[in-house]
């Protein structure tokens, strides 16, 4: 990467739900000088009362169906989206998308934050 360019970062959540953890990552994501930093969402059930508000943010959304059987896929596919979209950083909110980003981005080598 060089140092004109944005540094990437996911933000993994489990839906746009209408809740406290919904509401600060909008508020943050809002928030970013778009010329440094380089957004994209990570979510289990992009569905819920905010969803319209995290659409018009004009960030990547990228829907991963997370089910209790199919966490190991998950991981693959999340692990795979990483390594693609070239993310730097994953920041992760809530117990699940906790578990699948904390083992997605040490697979594909980067740091995250829970």
């Given at each position: 990467m060089r140092n004109d360019e944005p540094i990437r970062f996911a933000v993994v959540l489990g839906?746009?739900?209408a809740g406290g953890i919904e509401r600060a990552v909008l508020t943050?994501?809002?928030s970013l000088d778009?010329?440094?930093y380089a957004p994209e969402i990570v979510c289990y059930k992009p569905e819920?009362?905010?969803c319209d508000a995290f659409a018009a943010l004009d960030i990547p959304i990228h829907a991963v169906r997370l089910r209790r059987?199919?966490?190991p896929s998950v991981v693959r596919a999340v692990t795979c989206l990483f390594r693609?979209?070239?993310i730097g950083l994953v920041h992760s909110h809530a117990y699940h998308a906790d578990v699948v980003a904390r083992?997605?981005?040490r697979l594909a080598g980067i740091p995250c934050v829970n």
């Open positions: 839906s746009f739900g943050f994501l809002r778009r010329n440094q819920g009362g905010l059987w199919n966490l693609e979209r070239r083992f997605a981005a």
